[in-house]
């Protein structure tokens, strides 16, 4: 769930059926001491202006994630890993109801994320092999010279977004659909994703 809200409560009003517990959540963070924003469409609660954990609503359940969780102890096991094998550092702590979520235990975890991110602690992504253009996206760019000029105009992700999902198909006749589907999105000047964001 991604909005244009500028402050977190009436953002909160929005992450339906889960107000009750993610207004709980936010109570918590932030009386551990941590400034809040809007990252991502999501509420970020920083310190020091570095993101220490982030609150999403889903379709079962709310989600609590912790940005470097991967330094955590998490004595309770409470942590996991939502995309194991891509995700390196990022942790998160699902609830299912209010009932679940424990304002103690919960601040022992901040407490620790703090002090890690306080130190500099930060698992730093590794870079990205480039991704070379696939044959049918450079014979459109041929075809279309506002499209080459609008795919450089697009930052280096957005740019990723699309050279990778092109060229993950494993069928010619896919990857010409996949780059038809992306000419009027990049025209558009918007990155493949952009619609979820």
Excluded: C
Excluded at 84 to 112: C, D, H, M, V
């Amino acid at each position: 769930m991604r909005t244009k809200h500028t402050n977190v409560p009436d953002l909160i009003k929005e992450m339906k059926p889960w107000v009750s517990e993610v207004t709980l959540l936010r109570e918590i963070a932030l009386s551990s001491g941590l400034e809040e924003g809007i990252k991502w469409g999501v509420p970020v609660f920083m310190v020091e202006g570095k993101n220490v954990l982030g609150i999403g609503a889903f379709k079962s359940y709310v989600g609590l994630w912790f940005y470097q969780g991967v330094f955590l102890i998490d004595p309770k096991k409470v942590l996991i890993n939502a995309q194991e094998g891509k995700t390196k550092a990022l942790r998160q702590w699902r609830f299912t109801s209010l009932e679940e979520i424990n304002p103690t235990l919960i601040k022992k975890y901040i407490k620790e994320a703090i002090k890690f991110t306080k130190e500099g602690k930060e698992l730093k992504p590794k870079l990205k092999k480039a991704v070379p253009i696939p044959a049918e996206l450079l014979s459109a760019f041929k075809k279309e010279k506002q499209l080459k000029s609008s795919f450089e105009r697009l930052t280096p992700g957005k740019q990723r977004e699309y050279l990778e999902y092109i060229a993950e198909a494993k069928a010619e006749a896919t990857r010409l659909r996949r780059v038809e589907k992306s000419i009027p999105i990049i025209l558009a000047g918007k990155g493949l994703h952009d619609k979820y964001k």
